[in-house]
């Protein structure tokens, strides 16, 4: 959820979202199923604009997305919340053979 919120703040209206959550993509795909009530307000507000935007979300494997994986397993050794406006360097070599061969960076869930 913050990663759309991230992205709508910035103005980012194209997003592709790449999960290993397959949790996180049936609840995109079925939004008026109910989340969980610590999360109901929330979840409203990023389906709002989620609404607002080129949105889609897919499912992709961990292992097929290695800078995710990276990123992920990174940030749980953070005590703050960090952005990069370009790939951190510890990435950059996996980038290179990811699935989809693209220089870019992309905000990931896992």
């Known amino acids: 959820m913050r990663a759309i919120e991230i992205a709508f703040e910035k103005n980012w209206l194209n997003i592709w979202l790449e999960t290993d959550s397959s949790l996180v993509?049936?609840?995109?795909?079925?939004p008026t199923k109910p989340v969980a009530w610590p999360l109901r307000n929330r979840w409203q507000n990023v389906l709002f604009m989620t609404n607002h935007m080129n949105f889609f979300v897919t499912h992709i494997y961990r292992e097929d997305n290695k800078a995710a994986d990276l990123i992920a397993n990174h940030g749980?050794?953070?005590s703050s919340f960090i952005s990069w406006n370009i790939a951190p360097l510890?990435?950059?070599?996996?980038?290179?053979?990811?699935?989809?061969?693209?220089?870019?960076?992309?905000l990931c869930s896992s």
């Open 25 to 30: 993509v049936a609840a995109f795909n079925n």
């Open 76 to 78: 749980l050794t953070l």
């Open 90 to 106: 510890f990435i950059t070599d996996c980038m290179s053979s990811n699935k989809l061969g693209m220089p870019s960076f992309r």
